[in-house]
């Protein structure tokens, strides 16, 4: 079959990554938007875009009969899914097929005996792959913990969560099976054993039509936080480590897994392993893998470029391809990782990693990667998922990728959204990590906190550089010499909840900051300042947005705000509020006003990002106010709730 125009029912970086493709292979490309997406990159960069009214997934992007009708105003002959949304969809899988156009992805019978993890494991038993036991979340019993409640359908570390406790196992299985439902609009969960050190190792596939299936290496996935993917890289450091035949018993799981449901496609076998090299099987993912570029880099493929041969009925050509040096990725995600991984909102008002090679395409040895989603102007919400980018590094061995990717993280700029940039540069350059040995239980052992504690640039040096920067905005700083003493200028920022007031002035031997000797200035603007430290020169760049200012430089960042000289009384909040943290919808409230509560306790839970974040008291104390209700919708900073101190 002939494919010339593809449409992709997605949005933002796989968008583009997939139209990088169609357009190097000259096919056209289909867009389709959301109301919040109408001026996103990937609408921009189509042929040709349609619009679906709305805003929430469930009425866009999770909408096949929309994007079926789309795909045949727009005059697409073929649908590529993407990730996420309804790529793993076998209904809608069928109904593209029905419907007279290719669907890019494997049948709808294999996405329905792999999309259901109870099933899945069930069938790879059989075809004698090892396999963790399903447990029934109603008969777990004390010697089985920890157990993972996990949802049957979907990923992406949505409907999971970690029991330890019988006691905490009905509120687990009741919270996972609402965000199953709201996610994959299946509210079906089962429990498994937990392994609290074990490391992700995933085998990427591919078959063709024709009866071959190819394993084209492995990569290992074992930093993450709430069960999603933080950093991933190929070849696997476990595998490396282990050795013998370990690899050679992986490619073999992954080739039997794919020809045991008679697979055609691209897809992921994906195992939880362990230090003596035994794995065990966790489940298929029956689409492209966010984490595909570094399979890329080391088997020199377009794996987008593989799924049309497939789709158009090619059969796989040559020899199985082999990974040759190593390749790192890292997710730049709108999140504070310190504020237990809160998604983050805003609009991105710059964009900036430096030193990229490629983009949406194999970097070349000793390259960075650039995957974006986003672009200066982007605005972030709470509808989808915060990934902003993905930065990878392509070197000839695991230390220097992972170096490399620190530091063009490092002097990445992104201004206007909170990001885990921080903790991407300090988790790369760990010695656990970099000595290949980091685990699924890596952010337990090292919290974000303890990660980042020192990382980016010192806030009083930052508040410096943007008071001198903020006075160059007016008329030109005087350097001279003074033959009148004048008084020193002051400036307040806030860095966090700590407030930094700067004192500086000119005098007879140029500039003096209040209780910091050997500053001295070489030249400030509005946008970039330079001083000397103790006879070493350093430069920094400034950018502002609302009432921000970013001060980037090559040892990091820091965001700061200014401090207004007098406060509104009315913008004050009454002691003891718990705010939003972001838009979101209350879907539980666990407390009543009159109770008390201890530090600690969970009290509100918010549905944003397709997740629930539980909003918990700061102190003991006495509920006082509770003024929002289930299903309502908030803005951030909206009062939650008003806890009294005891």
């Known amino acids: 079959m002939t494919i010339s125009s593809v449409l992709v029912a997605n949005r ?97 019978e294999a996405i329905e005996v792999m999309g259901s993890k109870i099933e899945s494991k069930r069938r790879m038993a059989a075809a004698g792959l090892p396999v963790l036991d399903l447990l029934d979340p109603a008969a777990v019993t004390e010697a089985e913990l920890p157990v993972l409640v996990k949802a049957s359908a979907g990923g992406g570390g949505r409907g999971m969560r970690i029991v330890r406790a019988l006691a905490d196992l009905p509120g687990a299985v009741a919270s996972a099976s609402r965000e199953a439902a709201a996610a994959f609009g299946d509210p079906t969960v089962f429990c498994e054993r937990y392994l609290d050190a074990g490391h992700h190792v995933e085998v990427q596939v591919l078959a063709d039509a024709h009866g071959t299936v190819w394993a084209l290496g492995e990569r290992e996935c074992s930093l993450q936080r709430r069960h999603q993917k933080v950093i991933e890289e190929a070849p696997a450091p476990l595998v490396d480590r282990v050795g013998g035949d370990l690899r050679k018993r992986l490619l073999a799981a992954g080739r039997d897994a794919a020809a045991a449901v008679g697979y055609r496609g691209a897809g992921t076998v994906e195992f939880l392993a362990d230090e003596r090299g035994e794995f065990w099987f966790l489940e298929m993912n029956t689409r492209l893998q966010v984490e595909h570029p570094v399979t890329e880099c080391v088997t020199g493929t377009d794996l987008v470029g593989l799924q049309l041969d497939i789709a158009a009925g090619r059969p796989l ?119 290949g040995t980091a685990d699924t239980g890596f952010y337990a052992a090292h919290p974000p906190a303890a990660l980042t504690a020192g990382a980016g640039l010192d806030p009083e040096l930052g508040a410096l550089v943007a008071a001198l920067s903020d006075a160059a905005l007016g008329p030109r700083l005087a350097r001279g010499f003074r033959n009148i ?154 009062p939650l709730a008003v806890v009294t101190p005891a």
Request: glycine fraction near 10%.
């Open 12 to 108: 933002g970086e796989i968008a583009r990554r997939i139209f990088a493709t169609c357009r190097r292979r000259g096919l056209g490309t289909v867009a389709v938007f959301a109301d919040p997406d109408a001026g996103s990159p990937h609408v921009r960069e189509a042929d040709s875009a349609v619009h679906l009214p709305g805003s929430a997934p469930t009425d866009t992007y999770l909408r096949g009969d929309l994007i079926i009708a789309a795909a045949h105003r727009a005059g697409a002959d073929a649908i590529h899914p993407g990730y996420g949304f309804l790529a793993e969809n076998a209904a809608f899988a069928r109904a593209v097929q029905e419907a007279g156009l290719t669907w890019i992805g494997p049948s709808p």
């Open 485 to 638: 003493p004048v008084g020193y200028r002051s400036r307040t920022y806030a860095a966090g909840d700590r407030e930094i007031e700067v004192r500086y002035r000119f005098g007879r031997d140029g500039l003096e900051v209040a209780g910091t000797p050997g500053v001295s200035l070489v030249d400030a603007t509005a946008g970039a300042v330079v001083l000397d430290l103790d006879g070493v020169r350093r430069r920094w760049t400034v950018g502002r947005f609302d009432d921000r200012v970013v001060v980037d430089g090559p040892r990091g960042a820091v965001e700061l705000r200014r401090v207004p000289r007098f406060t509104d009384p009315s913008a004050q909040l009454p002691a003891g509020a718990l705010v939003a943290p972001m838009p979101g919808t209350v879907v539980r409230v666990d407390v009543r006003i009159g109770e008390p509560v201890r530090a600690g306790q969970s009290l509100v839970w918010l549905e944003a990002m397709k997740m629930e974040h539980v909003v918990r008291a700061a102190a003991d104390g006495t509920v006082a106010e509770l003024p929002v209700p289930v299903g309502q919708q908030v803005s951030q900073g909206t």
């Open 317 to 435: 050509s040559g020899p199985e391809p082999a990974m040759t040096g190593h390749a790192v990725e890292a997710r730049l995600y709108a999140e504070s990782p310190v504020d237990d991984w809160r998604p983050q909102t805003g609009t991105v008002v710059t964009f900036d990693v430096p030193d990229v090679t490629a983009r949406f395409g194999r970097a070349g040895l000793d390259g960075i990667r650039l995957d974006s989603g986003v672009e200066p102007g982007s605005v972030v919400g709470t509808r989808y998922d915060g990934m902003l980018a993905k930065v990878i590094a392509y070197a000839a061995t695991r230390e220097a990728a992972a170096r490399q990717l620190a530091a063009a993280l490092r002097r990445t700029r992104v201004h206007g959204v909170t990001t885990n940039r921080d903790l991407l540069v300090a988790s790369l350059l760990h010695p656990a990590f970099l000595a």
